[in-house]
C-alpha cells in the first residue's frame, strides 16, 4: 500500500481550507483517509502562525513508515524543519512565450518606421 501525506479540500467555494492528511495513493483527494496530521489555511497572512498546523510527531512516524509527502507538503515540512525541500529551478519559466516575442518585435519595428518617418 502506497501511502501520501497530501492536502484534502474543505471550505466554501471560493473560500479554501485544507486538511494535511494520510492516506492511500489510490483513494481520492477528498475521500478516504487515514489520519489527520494538520492543516493548512490559505486564506490567513503568510506571517500568521495558524496557517499552517501540523503534528510533528505523526508527521514523523509517518514518513519514517514510508509515506511519501506531495510538493506542497513538503514545502510545509521543510519550512517546520521535519525534511528537507531541494530547491527547482527552471529557468525557461520567466521567458516570455512565443506570441508575445514576434509581438514585442512588431512594436519594435513599429517604433523603428515611425521614428525613420519622424527625421
Known amino acids: 500500500m502506497s501511502l501520501k501525506i497530501r492536502l484534502a479540500r474543505g471550505g466554501s467555494k471560493k473560500r479554501p481550507y485544507y486538511t494535511i492528511v494520510v492516506a ?9 483517509f487515514i489520519e489527520k496530521l494538520g492543516s493548512w489555511n490559505p486564506m490567513l497572512g503568510k506571517d500568521d502562525e495558524k496557517r499552517v498546523e501540523l503534528n510533528a510527531d505523526r508527521v514523523q512516524h509517518w514518513l519514517s513508515n514510508g509515506a511519501q509527502p506531495t510538493d506542497r507538503v513538503l514545502r510545509f515540512l521543510d519550512q517546520a524543519g521535519l525534511l528537507k525541500r531541494d530547491v527547482k529551478s ?8 512565443k506570441k508575445a516575442v ?7 519595428q513599429k517604433a523603428a518606421e515611425a521614428a525613420e518617418a519622424a527625421e
Open 90 to 97: 527552471n529557468p525557461e519559466k520567466g521567458k516570455p512565450g
Open 24 to 32: 492511500d495513493a489510490r483513494s481520492p483527494r477528498d475521500g478516504r
Open 102 to 108: 514576434e509581438r514585442a518585435a512588431e512594436k519594435a
